[in-house]
């Protein structure tokens, strides 16, 4: 759960849409809006931290 900043080195897992890789970042990395998979895709953010569950 975000609550305005101060969480911006939690983790985050995204899958990549191209290779299914699990992408580990931290929220600060994905407010940007896009990470790089470990196979090096790009892998798009948008709307995913909205709902998604940081645990
Ligand atoms: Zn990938």
Do not use: I
């Amino acid at each position: 759960m975000l609550r305005g900043r101060g969480h911006d080195d939690e983790k985050v897992e995204l899958e990549c849409p191209e290779c299914g890789v699990k992408v580990e970042t931290t929220v600060e990395k994905a407010e940007k809006g896009e990470v790089t998979c470990p196979r090096g895709h790009r892998v798009a953010v948008m709307g995913l931290l909205g709902g998604a569950k940081l645990s």
